[in-house]
């Protein structure tokens, strides 16, 4: 062999023992109580407030672009980010039947208000006649008069039945 190579594979050698017995073996740290709870008040006193303000409207920030990109997503061009739901052939006629369910209501509740439109104005003419006759009878009460007083209402409630439409 080389007398070079036996040279350079000797100091090799004496490196690694070196570098070997130079390393300390670390003695075993005791092992710590670990509990499941972070300790929140560990260091707190050492907290860096104006750090965490900043943390704070940073992380702000963020929620209020994702939220802003996402509304922005959802509102014109919701394809990219929901399903196609015509795909799918039960989800799209329960949707269907929801929807002209939600229709059919809609037209009933016109046809309602358009029926109840009628009953307030006739209901606000009797209150304003009632009002109209207190005041006459107001006036004719401090005067003795022979007329007739005012009209007693019937005691209890009538119900009335609703005939049952076929359809």
Same mark, same amino acid.
């Given at each position: 062999?080389?007398?070079?190579?036996?040279?350079?594979?000797?100091?090799?050698?004496?490196? /690694?023992?070196? /570098?070997?017995?130079?390393?300390?073996?670390?003695?075993?740290?005791?092992?710590?109580?670990? /509990?499941?709870?972070?300790?929140?008040?560990?260091?707190?006193?050492?907290?860096?407030?104006?750090?965490?303000?900043?943390?704070?409207?940073?992380?702000?920030?963020?929620?209020?672009?994702?939220?802003? @990109?996402?509304?922005?997503?959802? @509102?014109?061009?919701?394809?990219?980010?929901?399903?196609?739901?015509?795909?799918?052939? *039960?989800?799209?006629?329960?949707?269907?039947?929801?929807?002209?369910?939600?229709?059919?209501?809609?037209?009933?509740?016109?046809?309602?208000?358009?029926?109840?439109?009628?009953?307030?104005?006739?209901?606000?003419?009797?209150?304003?006649?009632?009002?109209?006759?207190?005041?006459?009878?107001?006036?004719?009460?401090?005067?003795?008069?022979?007329?007739?007083? *005012?009209?007693? =209402?019937?005691?209890? =409630?009538?119900?009335?039945?609703?005939?049952?439409?076929?359809?």
């Amino acid at each position: 062999m080389d007398p070079n190579l036996n040279m350079v594979l000797i100091l090799l050698l004496a490196v /690694t023992t070196v /570098t070997v017995l130079a390393q300390r073996r670390r003695p075993a740290s005791k092992p710590k109580v670990t /509990t499941d709870e972070w300790n929140f008040r560990d260091g707190s006193d050492k907290v860096n407030m104006r750090g965490v303000a900043n943390l704070t409207q940073m992380l702000d920030d963020w929620r209020f672009d994702i939220m802003s @990109q996402m509304r922005g997503l959802l @509102q014109n061009d919701h394809q990219s980010v929901l399903p196609d739901y015509a795909r799918i052939k *039960p989800l799209s006629e329960a949707l269907n039947d929801l929807y002209t369910e939600f229709n059919a209501l809609k037209a009933h509740l016109g046809d309602l208000t358009e029926k109840f439109s009628a009953i307030e104005t006739f209901i606000d003419e009797v209150k304003a006649s009632r009002t109209t006759n207190t005041n006459t009878n107001a006036d004719a009460g401090s005067a003795p008069s022979g007329g007739i007083g *005012p009209v007693v =209402r019937q005691g209890g =409630r009538r119900v009335i039945k609703k005939k049952p439409t076929t359809s």
